[in-house]
């Protein structure tokens, strides 16, 4: 079983957004690795205790952390930004991770553009193509299949896609103008939301939505200390198999 946890940066409104970019990133690990990551994570939380007196209990959830960081106010700015760079090199530091990630750039969408279904099924078919072929990294069984782990999300609208999508999947055909039913077949079960306050899985992969977003369009304070640059760090999981084309993998909708 290969699970992918899910985080969001950016938001899905067309009109009067304050954001050009929607991003969904997907961190993906077999079940077998899934106590062996854990405990990497919590090591990881450890040394940023030791060095900066972030306790294990709070939470890593990037956004916030550097505009509105609440009790780490305590922690100088940059030494949180170091955080967040610590922790892009801790996860591309594990091979058995997998990092899927799609971006929607909202500018000219027509009207009735649908952001979050158009972002979910991206990322769904891309995690289903990937199990598929069997292609993600660490232990391989010949009949392993996957399962949703999201962040909070508009629950009731992700789970009807994703049961639409097990009966109708109508993907574009290559070799000819119509549409091809690839029904969604190795991911199981509705998506199993998580509270990021209570998962070193879901705030690990809220950091890797947070810098991918930066690098698309980075805020004032991070261009001042080459934060865009830190998405780049996690190219060594970064799943090719998604987007072979794109220079960083990424799928751009």
Known sequence: ??????????????????????????????????????DE???????????????????????????????????????????????????????????????????????????????????IQRFENTLAHRNFPGPRNPDDMGMLFPDRSDEKKLNALLRRMRAFNPVPSQQSSGYRNLQIRTIIEDPNYRDSSHSYFIQSV??????????LAPSAYMKKKSGQNYFGRLAPIVCKHASPRDPLHIVRL
Not at 1 to 28: A, C, N, Q
Not at 87 to 103: G, Q, R
Request: aromatic share 10%; glycine share 6%; charged share 25%.
């Open 1 to 38: 079983m290969y699970l992918m946890y899910v985080d969001e940066s950016g938001d899905i409104g067309l009109t009067g957004s304050p954001t050009r970019y929607f991003v969904l990133t997907g961190l993906v690990l077999h079940e077998l690795r899934w106590r062996q990551t854990l």
């Open 41 to 123: 994570l919590i090591a990881f939380r450890r040394e940023q205790k030791t060095d900066f007196g972030l306790k294990l209990r709070e939470e890593i959830h990037a956004s916030p952390m550097l505009s509105k960081p609440g009790g780490l106010v305590r922690i100088p700015k940059h030494q949180r930004l170091e955080i967040l760079r610590r922790y892009a090199d801790k996860l591309a530091s594990m091979p058995d991770l997998s990092l899927i990630c799609v971006v929607v750039d909202k500018a000219n969408k027509p009207a009735n553009y649908d952001v979050f279904e158009s972002a979910w099924k991206a990322l």
């Open 206 to 215: 809220d950091v890797t939505a947070f810098l991918l977003y930066q690098h």
